[in-house]
């Protein structure tokens, strides 16, 4: 890993948690008005206005890249729906690639 990508990864690793009260995408209004935004309906679901809209353009994918995955939610839910065969990811943070596997890990055992 290159100095640069080290110190990126440092970071985001150790980067300061917000309190509940500050993250978003626990507040159903502000869900469904962004899924307003995304797909013209204010439907309920992290995520199921990008969903909707990525059906309309073509489902499913073959392969898909996701830069920043996080934790992988958006991408296991789409590989869930089927909407997207496969992925090909890119993460910095150590820590957030490890809870991505582990979830996928957890996934496949149980589907």
Sequence with gaps: MDK????AAKFWDNAPRVANRARWWQSPTVIRHINQRVCGQPIDGA????????AEF??????????????GAKEIG?????QVK???LCLVPTGSLW??????????KCC
């Design 4 to 7: 640069a990508t080290a110190r």
């Design 47 to 54: 995520h199921a206005g990008f969903h909707r809209r990525l």
């Design 58 to 71: 073509a489902s499913p994918i073959g392969k898909a890249v996701s830069v920043g995955c996080g934790n």
């Design 78 to 82: 789409l590989v869930l729906s089927g």
């Design 86 to 88: 496969e992925f090909h």
């Design 99 to 108: 809870l991505f596997c582990l979830r996928s890990w957890e996934l496949r």
